[in-house]
């Protein structure tokens, strides 16, 4: 449900080296599908700002996030009991009726993008599908919610400074894995040798600066094979068959 | 609520308040915060004679007050846009609408403008001349006085609807171009699109829109856009929508008291996407508050009162 709300901060707390975890509880009920991403107003800056949905209980919801630039900045200074506008429901979410018996699942993150696959393995588990989870982080001191996924599936981490998981990328992680169907999210670069690693059907979550998140401005678009998408509306989630990486 | 309805050349408006251009879709994709009928009227993202995919990303950044946009003018082409996203705006929008005409010569304004003029939805043709013109080595029209002349002259000699120039604030004498588009014939102004600007990111020292160079908007535009609304009213008489930085009710009435008959909201659309409903239902109020009868008597005040 797409909905503009004021909500107030329950929690906003560093759970990594610059990464906070932040919860927020509405008056209304919100249902919101994993994948999708809400647009935050932060004091004294004039575009919101968008996170995905990490988890969402009845009347709260909770991202996690990573302190980058300044409005991350001002926003990991907001406390207790502050009002923050919030425009939540955005985006298409994760597509999991396209899962059947046969598909072996594999949810691939990295860095924030473990944010949105939290959701996404709370969903999957109380739907009764089986995966198993792989998580690579740069820096391994922002690894985070690492036994929160375990609880879901198991799990297979990586770091680039070997001081978690194994050393090296998500896709070393993958060469150990069977699976014909997968989910990711996180950088490009990431997304863009997940692809490459293996041509199994999958969904990646994308990001791009947006003006509005909600269709209006044209800001966020991407091309894939066969037309251009907004990746705030018909977006972030799209199809591994209609990415176009030539490029 | 008659108190609040002004006229734009014979076209009716039930209120000054219309999203600008680029900045509200093709008009559906609000309708699902509001009942986007209550609205004076919708104009459209800018029009091109085929489609466009527009610029490389990143096409936006933000500053103070305020944001960049070097979007490039995506649009699916004059004719999708009248088959396919004006039907689907009928469904939800029953009023006139402003259609954003744009092109990279004079010539593809001209087939743009005609084909719009050729649709009973549309009540304006607004035409966007902030697009360069690559027969003039990319200079954009809107700084010309020149091509400002002779493309308002030519869509009006093809067409019937009132037309609206929409000037480039990037100029060093708004009101020569104001001038140069009366005496081309048009109806009206858009008073104004983006100023330039830019963002560079402190930790690389890059500019952070692929464009380096884009269209700066929002509300720390507002006072340049005041001023030429006021200084252009001041000297010739033709209908004007004002554009720049409006917010809320207030700044509607400054525009009008500058000179504008109504007002565009842009940037503020995207931040908040109930502006434009919250505007309309604050009009009363202020209107009370600073003994307005009626939204008509104030347009120009700003040049007579004491
Ligand atoms: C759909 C989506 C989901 C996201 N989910 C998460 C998440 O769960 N956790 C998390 O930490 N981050 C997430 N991001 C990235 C997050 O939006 C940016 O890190 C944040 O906007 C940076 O703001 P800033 O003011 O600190 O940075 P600045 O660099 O100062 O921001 C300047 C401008 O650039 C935009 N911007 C900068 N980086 C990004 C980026 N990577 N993506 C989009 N816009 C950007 C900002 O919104 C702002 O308008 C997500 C982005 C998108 C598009
Ligand atoms: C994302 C974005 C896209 C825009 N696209 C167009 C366009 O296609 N045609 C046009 O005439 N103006 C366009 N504009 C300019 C706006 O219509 C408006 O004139 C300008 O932004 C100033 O008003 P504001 O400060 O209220 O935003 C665009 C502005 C923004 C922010
Ligand atoms: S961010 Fe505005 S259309 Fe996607």
Known sequence: MRERCLCSVKYNEPIAKDIFK?????????????????????????????????????????????????????????????????????????????????SE????????????????????????????????????????????FSRFSAIHVSSLDGKIGTKGLVT??????????????GPLPM??????????????????????????????????????KRICVDGPVIYSSEVDFSE | MSRLSVMLSGLRLENPIIPASGTFGFGYEFSSWYDINILGSIALKSTTKTERFGNLSPRIAECRNGMLNAIGLQNPGVDAVILQELPKLNKVFSKKIIASVAGFSPEEYVYVAEKFDAVDQVGILEINLS????????????????TV????????????????????????????????????????????NTLLGTVIDTKTGRPVVSTKVAGFSGPAIKPVALKNVYQVSKEINIPIIASGGICDA?????????????TEVGSQNLVNPFVCKEIIEELPRKMEEYGIKDLKDIIGRSHYVQ
């Not at chain 1, 894995?177 to 999210?185: E, K, P, T, V």
Request: hydrophobic share 40%; glycine share 8%; proline share 3%.
């Open chain 2, 250 to 262: 207030d700044d509607v009435i400054e525009f009008l008291s500058a000179g504008a008959t109504a």
């Open chain 1, 191 to 228: 997304l863009k040798s997940v692809h490459r690693f293996k041509a199994a059907p999958g969904q990646l979550l994308l990001e791009e600066r947006m003006g509005c998140g909600f269709g209006a401005c044209m800001s966020c678009s991407f091309k894939t094979i066969n037309k251009s």
């Open chain 2, 149 to 192: 002349f002779s493309v308002c002259q030519e869509i009006k000699k093809k067409t019937s609807k009132p037309v609206y120039i929409k000037l480039s604030p990037n100029v060093s004498d708004i009101v020569e171009m104001a001038i140069c588009a009366k005496n081309g014939g048009a109806d009206g102004l858009t008073l104004c």
């Open chain 1, 105 to 148: 699942v594999v949810l691939i993150g990295g860095g924030m993008g473990a944010a949105p696959l939290y959701f996404l393995a709370k969903s999957l588990k109380e739907s009764g599908v089986s995966f198993e989870t792989v998580l690579g982080f740069t820096d391994s001191k922002q690894a985070f919610f690492l036994d929160e």
């Open chain 2, 131 to 146: 697009c360069p013109n690559v027969k003039e080595n990319g200079v954009t029209f809107a700084s010309c006085t020149k």
């Open chain 1, 22 to 102: 932040l919860v927020i509880e509405t008056s209304v009920n919100l249902q919101q599908i994993p994948g999708q991403f809400i647009n935050i107003k932060i004091d004294n800056f004039y575009l919101r700002r968008p996170f995905s949905i990490c988890d969402c209980l009845e009347k709260s919801i909770i991202i996690v996030y990573k302190v980058v630039g300044r409005g991350t900045k001002r926003l990991s200074e907001t406390t207790r009991a502050q009002q923050l506008d919030i425009i939540c429901g955005l985006g298409n979410g994760f597509d999991m009726d396209a899962l059947s018996d046969k």
């Open chain 1, 172 to 185: 070393d992680s993958l060469r150990d894995i069977s699976y014909n169907y997968y989910f990711s999210c």
